[in-house]
């Protein structure tokens, strides 16, 4: 009941997820990605147990589609299943099980995997895949934005709009970006609107997060003072002011 896309960046290393569907948060459940190991959206009949065991395989030294043969193998429900995975040095792999809504498919790229059930049609997998191409050379978040666009316009989920995500991860145990549209009538446009407040005001604030191995300082004074700011006042606006 969903489409998403998992990537690796072959500039950065970043991993990320970006998944959009007709069900409230899906943040909260499809998305998994795990520091220097890889990154997975679990969908269809979600079985959070298979993103993390492909995970945990891909860090036992798995690549991506022998952790998924063996995550799917311990899952007696698979045919239910649909999974995209990529892993830490590119590797990308995904499944959809024969049970899954129509229409139903994946698409699997260099470096990326592109996958989605319960749709308007193949459309939406191939704009999402070619979208992804052609945006080689940008950042990861902006890649995987415009993937999300491009399945969106070409239909997306058959039964409508409610939520969206966005995650990346780089080398630390907490995520360098993840940003969730919980519900709303047009998810993946608002995402867009989150994401590009979210550059200018959150992005500056994580960067300046502690980091394993290095000393930790105090947050840089350009951070403090526009944080200080009340929401609408910072670059891009967004929120409200007091009261």
């Known amino acids: 009941m969903t489409f998403s896309i998992v990537a690796r960046c072959p500039a950065s290393g970043l991993l990320g997820v970006a998944v959009a569907t007709a069900v409230p948060a899906v943040g909260s459940m499809c ?11 679990t969908q269809s009949w979600v079985n959070p147990y298979l993103a993390l065991g492909v995970l945990d395989a891909i860090a036992g030294g798995h690549g991506a589609r022998a952790a998924l043969e063996g ?14 995975v990529v892993d830490h040095a590119g590797e990308a792999a995904a499944f959809t099980g024969a049970q899954c809504t129509p229409w139903c498919g994946q698409e699997i ?65 907490y995520c360098a970006l993840d940003l969730r549209v ?31 191995g290095v000393k930790a300082g105090p947050a840089p004074e350009s951070v403090t003072s526009m944080l200080a700011l009340a929401p609408p006042e910072r670059p891009g606006g967004g929120g409200s002011g007091p009261g």
């Open 31 to 41: 998305p998994f990605t795990r520091a220097k190991v890889g990154a997975a959206s």
């Open 71 to 84: 995550a799917l193998a311990a899952d007696a429900a698979r045919e239910l299943r649909q999974i995209g």
């Open 109 to 173: 790229g260099d470096g990326f995997a592109v996958q989605g059930n319960m749709l308007t049609g193949p459309e939406v997998i191939d704009a999402m895949a070619s979208a992804f191409r052609a945006s080689a050379g940008q950042r990861l978040d902006e890649r995987l934005m415009r993937a999300m666009e491009a399945g969106d316009r070409a239909g997306g989920d058959k039964r409508g709009r409610q939520s969206a995500s966005l995650r990346v991860q780089g080398a630390e145990d």
């Open 182 to 212: 919980d519900e709303h009538p047009q998810p993946v446009t608002e995402l867009r609107r989150v994401l590009e407040i979210a550059r200018l005001q959150l992005v500056p604030f994580v960067e300046g997060m502690p980091r394993r």
